[in-house]
């Protein structure tokens, strides 16, 4: 700051207004990757309970039968990617950051006062299955399989939460928050230890819902092989897993599942990444 005459006046640097976007992507950092060890599972639901209200029972016929599963080891995100990382990536790649994704960051930096250091930790929203599923490749990774998701949020001995049988709370998910402008409501990505998954993953129940792999088949449970299930050849839909920010309770359960058009971009999906062991 520079004094003429008694008046203050900043110099250009400080000035200038400091572009957000970037703020944020320079803020990014990486989260670490857990394993999952090789080793069987319970997919799916199985009919226990005939109480019309109960967790127990499944969201729907898709999740049926439940399936023990076998799965090779794998290493998977323990974080959702951030909305720091996926704007690095934008850039990295040249990419135009979405309309969706500029309005939001306009919007919440000017009327809502965020910084960039809270926002550059918000789960990526937004993005569509096949920006998901490049984003992870060029970090030499993947998406999960719909299975090995599903390993990876309930354990091997089938919890209906990733933090076991109670329902959800405030505390273990972020969920069953409603904004008139559809403003998210949601969670850093390294945040949520008291709901983590056996295995240590956050958020693998509400914050943001999250593309995997496979297409979505509605009776592919019957048919699955018992090893290393990859999904469908085909589909309309790619699966969601997980539950969101703005979910119900039963949409958090590990084993609900949901399906997307690959183009669609909500403000409630977002997506973490996998590898396969070396």
Not at 30 to 39: D, F, I, S, W, Y
Request: proline fraction near 8%.
């Amino acid at each position: 700051m520079a004094t003429l005459m008694g008046v203050a006046f900043l110099h250009p640097a400080t000035a200038a207004t400091i572009d957000p976007v970037e703020a944020i992507a320079t803020l990014a950092s990486n989260a670490p990757m857990l394993t999952v060890a090789e080793g069987p599972f319970l997919m799916g639901t199985a009919r226990t309970s005939h109480e019309p209200f109960s967790f127990d029972l499944q969201y729907d016929d898709t999740e049926q039968p439940q399936r023990r599963v076998w799965l090779s080891q794998y290493d998977i995100d323990r974080d959702e990617v951030s909305l720091g990382e996926y704007l690095l990536w934008l850039r990295q790649q040249q990419h135009h950051i979405p309309e969706e994704v500029q309005k939001l960051i306009d919007h919440v930096t000017t009327i809502h006062a965020m910084q960039p250091e809270t926002l550059t930790r918000w789960p990526a929203l937004y993005v569509t299955w096949p920006e998901a599923s490049d984003y992870c490749r060029t970090r030499d990774k993947r998406l999960p399989t719909e299975a090995e998701w599903e390993k990876a949020a309930r354990g091997d001995s089938g919890k209906l939460f990733p933090w076991g049988q109670k329902p959800p709370t405030s505390a273990l998910a972020m969920f069953g928050q409603y904004h008139a402008h559809e403003i998210p409501i949601v969670a850093s990505v390294d945040s949520g230890e008291e709901g983590r998954s056996p295995y240590g993953l956050h958020h693998m129940a509400g914050n943001a819902a999250e593309w995997v792999e496979d297409w979505f088949g509605i009776d592919y449970y019957a048919t699955m092989p018992d090893r290393n299930p990859q999904g469908p050849a085909t589909g309309r839909y790619k699966v969601v897993r997980g539950g969101s920010w703005k979910s119900a309770p039963a949409l958090l359960r590990t084993a609900t599942r949901s399906g997307a058009s690959p183009d669609r971009r909500a403000a409630t999906i977002g997506f973490r990444c996998a590898r396969s062991a070396q």
